[in-house]
């Protein structure tokens, strides 16, 4: 055990794992520079401790940068440790836990210290996918170490902390007065976080985080012993509807939803529950957030939002379950510059997942804003709606002004009529194949269970390709 034991770096790591489970390595590691008097500088860890340990049992590698040595900044030595745990943790398939707290890249180390950043850059890369990534921001993570908190799956901000790229004073016409960009309110509010609170707090939400993915993408998809009836109705869902997030802890055991990027996109909603004991990843539609007036729109920020979720769940086998109320694609000249490429993202990570996916759609479904909202046509293997939904290519009035156009109102809207009768609704949908099952809001729990029982087993091969260009 090295002499940090006492230090917040080592502290945080046994606040985290299971009591007595944390084995230290490299504890005797130290910087081999000697410029600008370095050698003077005490440098015990090299500031970072590292090891592993366990968290409810499951295995997972940890470091923790110790700002009492040398500021926590990144050397030569520090990131060869933080290398070797990522190579040893995807030799045996476990998560990497990061705890975060540095002044950055280590100047007295120069170049040397430059391209060890490089080396972490490099190893965290190469176990996305294989391994989840986990960080967490405490004190402060600037310049180009805070890239790391995105290369990461999931971020945590500890309130107080600062993560940014260029501090709040080197942005022109900005100042930390002002605007407090490496805030964590702020990088919460920008999707670079998935949750803030007090440490005690984000280390809680990470041992949850640990018990619902699975370690490795070799491993199977996480199923634990059922905690909740499978059998119970889900109450109240015909009027939670318009809140994925509701609808979600109203469907999960134990009404136990754990939502990722919270603060980011609030129209679309992302997240893990579990069902009859099987780990989901959940994503929908929430019209009641506090910040639009328009939320069953799809947008732009919620589109790549759901689109990184699902990248992230087909990587690790984890089933999806979408929750659909879209009427239109937000339209802003800010959109219309990016919406395309937003919503591409997403039907190409849709289309190309391979986990069972199930669709719900719980009040409308319109347009090719559907189509990306994990329609049948785009990969779903159940389609579910409940019986009040609306299926349609775009709203019934609008139709008839297109196609009779020189009609006048009366009969555009006789014609308008006629259409909804004809097109739009669920039993016209099903009709058709593209509904399999029309369930009731308090049945739809077990019907999800059924589904994601039987789908367990699903297998897709694909046309070989390198990769997508997506």
């Known amino acids: 055990m090295s002499n940090v034991a006492t230090s917040p770096a080592f502290r945080r790591i046994e606040s985290l794992l299971d009591e007595h489970?944390?084995?230290?390595l490299g504890a005797l590691v130290t910087s081999r520079s000697t410029d600008f008097n370095s050698q003077e500088q005490k440098a015990p860890s090299d500031g970072v401790v590292i090891g592993h340990g366990t968290v409810d049992g499951n295995l997972v590698f940890v470091y923790s940068q110790d700002a009492?040595?040398?500021g926590g900044s990144v050397g030569e030595m520090h990131a060869r440790k933080i290398c070797q745990l990522y190579e040893m943790a995807v030799k045996v398939g476990a998560p990497v836990i990061g705890l975060l707290d540095s002044t950055g890249i280590r100047l007295q180390e120069s170049i040397d210290a430059l391209d060890a950043v490089g080396r972490i850059y490099a190893s965290a890369v190469a176990a996305s996918g294989v391994i989840p990534q986990l960080t967490a921001v405490f004190g402060n993570c600037g310049g180009g170490l805070g890239i790391l908190?995105?290369?990461?799956d999931f971020t945590f901000i500890e309130e107080g902390a600062r993560l940014f790229i260029n501090s709040a004073n080197a942005i022109p016409g900005n100042s930390e007065e002002t605007l407090d960009t490496a805030s964590a309110a702020f990088q919460f509010e920008a999707g670079n976080a998935d949750g803030i609170g007090s440490e005690e707090e984000i280390l809680s939400q990470i041992r949850s985080m640990i018990s619902l993915v699975p370690g490795s993408n070799l491993q199977e998809g996480e199923v634990?012993?059922?905690s909740d009836d499978?059998?119970?109705?889900?109450?109240?869902l015909d009027v939670k509807r318009d809140d994925a997030r509701a609808a979600a802890a109203e469907l999960a055991d134990q009404h136990v939803f754990f939502e990722t990027r919270a603060g980011y996109a609030k129209e679309m909603t992302t997240g893990f529950i579990r069902l009859g004991g099987i780990?989901?990843?959940?994503?929908?539609?929430t019209q009641k957030c506090d910040d639009r007036d328009d939320g069953n729109q799809l947008t732009v920020n919620g589109a790549y939002k759901a689109a990184d979720f699902v990248r992230f769940c087909d990587a690790f086998d984890i089933p999806l379950l979408s929750l659909t109320n879209v009427t239109s694609y937000e339209a802003s000249l800010y959109a219309e510059k990016a919406l395309g490429q937003a919503a591409a993202r997403l039907i190409y990570?849709?289309?190309?997942?391979?986990?069972?996916?199930?669709?719900v759609i719980t009040k409308k479904a319109v347009g090719t804003a559907f189509l990306a909202m994990n329609a049948k046509s785009v990969g779903a293997d159940l389609t579910f709606a409940l019986p009040d939904a609306q299926i349609e290519i775009m709203d019934a009035s609008l139709a008839a002004q297109v196609m009779y156009a020189s009609a006048d109102q009366a009969e555009q809207t006789a014609q308008a009529?006629?259409?909804?009768?004809k097109q739009s609704g669920v039993i016209a949908a099903a009709g058709r194949g593209f509904v399999d099952r029309i369930v009731a809001p308090e049945d739809l729990r077990k019907y999800l269970i059924a589904g994601f029982e039987m789908l367990l087993g699903k297998r897709e091969d694909f046309t070989f390709k390198k990769h997508g260009t997506k």
């Open 349 to 359: 990570a849709l289309a190309s997942a391979s986990v069972p996916k199930i669709n």
């Open 68 to 70: 009492g040595v040398m």
């Open 224 to 226: 634990a012993e059922a």
């Open 21 to 24: 489970s944390f084995v230290e």
């Open 149 to 152: 908190t995105s290369i990461s």
């Open 279 to 285: 780990t989901v990843g959940i994503f929908g539609n």
């Open 417 to 421: 009529r006629a259409f909804a009768e």
């Open 230 to 236: 499978l059998n119970r109705a889900a109450e109240g």
